[in-house]
């Protein structure tokens, strides 16, 4: 290995430290897996009494969907650095949020609309008609949750 690669050393963040952050922060990368294929995408979240939140628009053969049915342990991610001049004094941190993602039942008060576009950023859209599109709140239950900083 080159010796002369630049290394930066993080530690742990404490817990309440980690909750600040997911809290604070609006979005991050959702991984799902289907075997040994994996999918991600950006998303936004809400966090909320230990689980993660994400409104996600769905069309009945989107290859998303069938990632998340696929999915027994998804991985979130939220990250953010500010670069330096000198690689070693960069700053940043990272948290990793990993458990059970399933959809949350129509009839949960989290489903009022006022509630929702108050809770996350607007869907964004890519060639799909809305008129086809099923919105659909998941929850993520982190059962690990760790962070990361330097």
């Known amino acids: 290995m080159d010796t002369d690669i630049a290394f930066a050393y ?8 980690v909750c600040d952050r997911l809290t604070a922060s609006e979005s991050g990368v959702l991984a799902l897996a289907d075997g ?5 995408l950006p998303v936004f979240h809400h966090y909320e009494g230990g689980s993660l939140y994400f409104r996600l628009g769905e069309t009945s053969e989107s290859e998303k969907s069938a990632y998340l049915d696929a999915t027994e342990t998804a991985t ?11 690689a070693e004094s960069w700053t940043g941190w990272s ?8 959809a949350v039942p129509e009839d949960d008060p989290a489903y009022e609309a006022v509630e929702i576009n108050e809770r996350y950023a607007p869907i964004r859209v890519f060639d799909e008609p ?5 919105v659909t709140l998941y929850e ?3 059962e690990e949750l760790t962070g990361r900083r330097n």
């Open 76 to 86: 979130y991610v939220v990250t953010e650095t500010a670069a330096t001049p000198d």
């Open 140 to 142: 993520l239950s982190v």
């Open 95 to 102: 948290v990793v949020a990993r458990g059970p993602i399933t």
């Open 36 to 40: 040994d294929d994996a999918y991600a």
């Open 130 to 134: 809305t008129d086809e599109m099923d």
């Open 10 to 17: 993080t530690k742990g963040m404490p817990d309440d430290a």
